[in-house]
């Protein structure tokens, strides 16, 4: 994650979101959380609209850039309201394409989480009976 840091701060990893149409791209998990040595990079990315996104490039250049292949791509527009939240509440933020994208997703992820928990809690007392 060091390396992403330093990415964000002299401007390459700015330069690589534009080039791939990232509008929010974040670090989360292990890296973030656990103070040993971290399993792996899980990162986590919200294409801007109308931008398909290219995984294929965004992993070729991320795995370059870090000098690691131990990559998870979550494409955030794709996850499930629990998988959002935990890659935007608790995460390392690098790259916004505006201020207040990342903000904006965060608060969305939340709110989404929290409105769809008595679906997930049907769920599981549905597996329970």
Known sequence: MT???AAAQDGRLGALCERLGIRI???FGS????????HDLDVAVRFEPGHR???LALV???TVLTGSDLLDVLVLD???????ERALVGCVALYESEPGAYATAQIAAT???LDTQWLR???LETLRG
């Open 60 to 62: 070729d250049e991320l």
């Open 3 to 5: 390396v992403l840091r």
């Open 53 to 55: 996104g290219d995984l």
């Open 31 to 38: 890296v973030v959380r656990e103070t040993g040595t971290p």
């Open 78 to 84: 794709r996850a499930d309201p629990v998988a959002r």
């Open 25 to 27: 791209l974040t670090v």
């Open 111 to 113: 709110g989404e989480r």
């Open 121 to 123: 809690d049907l769920d």
